[in-house]
């Protein structure tokens, strides 16, 4: 058994620890990031959740079931027409897979040419020492490292319904849910956030009868109202059957085949559903199995989040946390902020995360995509606002892309005119959404982005022509 001493070990390597790793070696320090997550070979898989099971598999299955559902639907309108049309499943998912496994060795050629040593296990706290704490790794090798300063990004992992354990067969968590070897027939999906809708909506383009059951009785509660309106209405107007304010009270996978789900619905009447397959997608727990976080008295709150101040500081010195494992959204680029900051602050640099600022996407069809205060949050704080939304059917880009569905809308202070809040439906929200983030950054009002020239034709222009709504002064509508 070796003992090797390093100025930051790093405990978990997806987007918030791999990214604190480089960015502590990039500023001197030693650095070693331990990571347990292995692939199917057995050979580690760095990249955490995000790149295996989460943000980059779903975009990957997202893009594949688009292009199918354009080819059967929309292609037509273009004079191209198919025929044979059909999907391969097995391909999709290798397909997939091998987005996976370049994000992977990706993550490993940066650990080297940053100098990060990479050590695949599991790693555990074992005792504070002069110094530092000491960490006992577990895996191929085992090994005892020591370290000055520990950053845990130990990410977090999919919350259960009571009494209806993952099984990654019949019920699925985000794992289950993409490799799923053939489209199911009937395909149910427990929560409409994000992970939900993401899923739900693959399957349903690859041909599944998809229902969502939502225990909330709003359709995402978090996002702007007219936004979440206009989501339900497309979502619904493309066979996803959404039902608010369940009750679920049983969830049963009777003989071999399929799960029963019972609840009551939003009328308090008794239901049952029969799928084949039933993703739950109601959350996320953070992760803390295997830290032994008592073994150095590392303080986590009664719901296992660790506990961290605003610089991501836990109760212990030198040991610092973050993404999923800590408070916040459970967000791939937040858990990136924060590592990015931590590393900073251990060099004595000024590290800073703008929560106000965070963009919030979900890839359906249409994206969604926010940033900032939504109308609701606004009307609550009695705040006087100004807004202004322009839809994406007078855009010439989206006329000529075919999709029109969908709206920007702006918010912005009423007195001094100050972004408040931009909110977006519509094709590439996702990729829209960072203007307005970087307006919001620099505090710019909605007067600055409307004064700014934009690419015609582009989408973007429907972003210029909604800060020009905040004053009625669209030119094009
Ligand atoms: C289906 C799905 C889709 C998503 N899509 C998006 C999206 O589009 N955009 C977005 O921003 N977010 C998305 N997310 C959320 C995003 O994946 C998480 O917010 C992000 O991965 C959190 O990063 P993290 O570094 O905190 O933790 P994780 O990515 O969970 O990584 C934690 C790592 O720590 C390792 N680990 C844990 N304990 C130990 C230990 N004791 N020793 C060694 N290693 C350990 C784990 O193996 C893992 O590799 C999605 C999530 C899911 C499930």
Redesign the pocket.
Known sequence: MSKTSFDVVV???????YIAAIRAAQLGFNVAC????KNETGAPA?????T????IP??ALLQSSEHFEHAGHAFAAHGISLSNLGIDVARMLARKDSVVKQNNDGILYLFKKNKVTFFH????FTQAVEGGYEIAVKGAANEVLQATHVIV????N?RALPGAAFDEERILS?DGA?RIAEVPKRLGVVGSG??GL??GSVWRRLGADVTVLEALPAFLGAVDDGVAKEALKVFTRQGLKIQLGVNITAVKTPGKRGVTVSYTDAKGAEQQLEVDRLIVSIG?VP?T???DAAAVGLALDERGVIVVDAECKTNLPNVWA????VRGP??????EEEGVAVAERIAGQHGHVNFNTIPW?I?TSPEIAWVGQTEQQLKAEGRAYKAGQFPFLANGRARALGDTTGFVKFLADAKTDEILGVHIIGPMASELIAEAVVAMEFRASSEDIARICHAHPSLSEATKEAALAVDKRTLNF
């Open positions: 405990i978990g390597a997806g987007p918030g620890g331990v990571d347990e997550w760095p990249g955490g959740t995000c295996n099971v989460g943000c779903s975009k296990g599991r790693a555990s990004a130990t990410g977090s999919a985000n993409l994000v992970i993401e899923m996320r992760n199995t295997g830290l973050v993404g999923d494992v459970m967000l791939a680029h937040k858990a996407v890839y």
